[in-house]
């Protein structure tokens, strides 16, 4: 059974850092696209970068230069490193590989 178990989120000022992990279980991450959502708070879930197998990224034009996704493939570890957040950042960050979701961790942004 597919388990994602995202973490990380907080509160954290205007211009902060913060790094979100995704821990998967149930199966093994390395041939999968893995993707990275946020839904604010009224808003529709919108992608906020996807990374392929073979490491390709893909990003939402909002977080391009800001966020960085990556993988550990042996430790079934996705992160996705956030900087020079701003109060439009804040929502709940989700983690998915095709069809399912992890619960999602908040992220907060204000001073």
């Known amino acids: 059974q597919v388990r994602l178990v995202e973490s990380g989120g907080g509160l954290v000022q205007p211009g902060g850092y913060l790094r979100l992990s995704c821990a998967a279980s149930?199966?093994?991450?390395?041939?999968?696209?893995m993707g990275w959502y946020r839904e604010g708070l009224g808003k529709e879930r919108e992608l906020v970068a996807t990374?392929?197998?073979?490491?390709?990224?893909n990003y939402a034009d909002s977080v391009k230069g800001q966020f960085t996704v990556s993988r550990d493939n042996v430790k079934n570890m996705v992160y996705l490193e956030m900087n020079s957040l701003n109060p439009e950042d804040k929502a709940v960050y989700y983690c998915?590989?095709?069809?399912?979701w992890g619960p999602g961790t908040q992220v907060t942004v204000s001073a």
């Open positions: 998915n590989i095709s069809a399912s």
């Open positions: 149930g199966f093994i991450m390395r041939p999968y696209t």
């Open positions: 990374l392929t197998s073979a490491k390709s990224t």
